[in-house]
T-cell receptor, first 111, second 114 residues
Framework: QQQVKQSPQSLIVQKGGISIINCAYE??????FPWYQQFPGKGPALLIA?????SEKKEGRFTISFNKSAKQFSLHIMDSQPGDSATYFC??????????FGKGTMLLVSP | EAGVTQSPTHLIKTRGQQATLRCSPI?????VYWYQQALGLGLQFLLW???????NRGNFPPRFSGRQFPNYSSELNVNALELEDSALYLC?????????????FGSGTRLTVV
């Protein structure tokens, strides 16, 4: 019930392309869905987050799409750049509980 | 504003020894979380401290323990180290009562057990 399943494990995208990472959850009590970005040798950093009262949130080139009925959410990176190459984690939690993370997606944007 | 600081950055221990990892949260943050990041396993929740109390712990054996000090800094202790404890240990902090407003992570302590 606490799992968050993330796919794909790794992703290679051409510069300028769209990167799409998907996550699915089971716990319908989850009400906060952040995405974290981690560069080698660094801790994860909050990238963007969404709550289930909206279906989409956009910040610059990063967009979260949220499908409450399907219990899925995804991260879209438009116009992907080599500097976006990193590991991305989705996560979820509810109320006063700790974040449950997906297993991560290693994104490589080729020049 | 200083971020979450962790020390040491690297730690090498022998199997069976004890390791102590330290974390200083962002000023004003009272909650501290510990996660283990082992290769291919993502971020596994270890412990959550808030106002000096352990609020929750993940599915790890009791040899993983910790505490939070009055200044909200925290330490993670791992006793009887095993080879599979080798991982990046991440500390994160958040404001009290606001774990679902996002954590701020430190850069981690790389623990290697030989």
């Amino acid at each position: 019930q606490q799992q968050v399943k993330q796919s794909p494990q790794s992703l290679i995208v051409q510069k300028g392309g769209i990167s799409i990472i998907n996550c699915a959850y089971e716990n319908t009590a989850f009400d906060y869905f952040p995405w974290y970005q981690q560069f080698p040798g660094k801790g994860p950093a909050l990238l963007i987050a969404i709550r289930p009262d909206v279906s989409e949130k956009k910040e610059g080139r990063f967009t979260i799409s949220f499908n409450k009925s399907a219990k899925q959410f995804s991260l879209h990176i438009m116009d992907s750049q080599p500097g976006d190459s990193a590991t991305y984690f989705c996560a979820a939690n509810s109320g006063y509980s700790t974040l449950t993370f997906g297993k991560g997606t290693m994104l490589l944007v080729s020049p | 504003e200083a971020g979450v600081t962790q020390s040491p950055t690297h730690l090498i221990k022998t199997r069976g020894q004890q390791a102590t990892l330290r974390c200083s949260p962002i000023s004003g943050h009272t909650s501290v979380y510990w996660y283990q990041q082992a290769l291919g396993l993502g971020l596994q929740f270890l412990l959550w401290y808030d106002e000096g109390e352990e609020r929750n712990r993940g599915n790890f054996p009791p040899r993983f323990s910790g505490r939070q000090f009055p200044n909200y800094s925290s330490e993670l202790n791992v006793n009887a180290l095993e080879l599979e404890d080798s991982a990046l240990y991440l500390c994160a902090s958040s404001k009290q009562g606001a774990p679902n407003y996002g954590y701020t992570f430190g850069s981690g302590t790389r623990l290697t057990v030989v």
